[in-house]
T-cell receptor, first 112, second 113 residues
Framework: NAGVTQTPKFQVLKTGQSMTLQCAQD?????MYWYRQDPGMGLRLIYY???????DKGEVPNGYNVSRLNKREFSLRLESAAPSQTSVYFC???????????FGSGTQLSVL | AQSVTQPDIHITVSEGASLELRCNYS??????LFWYVQSPGQGLQLLLK??????LVQGIKGFEAEFKRSQSSFNLRKPSVHWSDAAEYFC???????????FGTGTSLTVIP
């Protein structure tokens, strides 16, 4: 059982480049989330999707867009990457909101 | 402001010693409370959670946590630490009127043989 799968695991971008982080879950979960983790700041929510067809902003949405492609997949797009977006990004899913989160293994992104 | 506070950035304990990691929150009503563990290079794994009922909750890997309403705290404990417990630990809350998880800044645990 794969759980939550994120791709890629590592990525280096130049300022201004765009990219999409992919996330897929095979647990038939309704809710999916994107977090970023920065040293000394814990995890901060970028966007979430409580159910298929809906998306909502979290604490730090600026500079990001998301797409809930179907129930399994939730992608995060950086349209014009900035050095401040250098971080580790985690996708997570849960059956319902407020329930246990299942995390992917993360994407380490560096923006030069 | 609403917040989750983990006052200890880093803790070092000897193997076999007891452990307590602190977590305080500042939300009006009792939120949903969680402890997660993150091993290096990995995602987060749930240790335990509290929604309601018995204020002492048991989790995986021998961990437990106690909810104290009067202190707005949800401290994580383990009677005897193993070297494999070295990791980063995060407290998280979900306000009972909201849908978002709010994470503390984490406590890094080092275990000395």
């Amino acid at each position: 059982n794969a759980g939550v799968t994120q791709t890629p695991k590592f990525q280096v971008l130049k300022t201004g480049q765009s990219m999409t982080l992919q996330c897929a879950q095979d647990m038939n979960h309704n809710s999916m989330y994107w977090y970023r983790q920065d040293p000394g700041m814990g995890l901060r929510l970028i966007y979430y999707s409580a159910s298929e067809g809906t998306t909502d902003k979290g604490e730090v949405p600026n500079g990001y867009n998301v797409s809930r492609l179907n129930k399994r997949e939730f992608s995060l797009r950086l349209e014009s990457a900035a050095p401040s977006q250098t971080s580790v990004y985690f996708c997570a899913s849960s059956h319902l909101v407020r329930e246990k989160l299942f995390f992917g293994s993360g994407t380490q992104l560096s923006v030069l | 402001a609403q917040s989750v506070t983990q006052p200890d950035i880093h803790i070092t304990v000897s193997e076999g010693a007891s452990l307590e990691l602190r977590c305080n929150y500042s939300y009006g009503a009792t939120p949903y409370l969680f402890w997660y563990v993150q091993s290096p290079g990995q995602g987060l794994q749930l240790l335990l959670k509290y929604f309601s009922g018995d204020t002492l909750v048991q989790g995986i890997k021998g961990f437990e946590a106690e909810f104290k309403r009067s202190q707005s705290s949800f401290n994580l404990r383990k009677p005897s630490v193993h070297w494999s417990d070295a990791a980063e630990y995060f407290c998280a809350v979900v306000p009972n009127t909201g849908n978002q998880f709010y994470f503390g800044t984490g406590t890094s645990l080092t275990v000395i043989p």
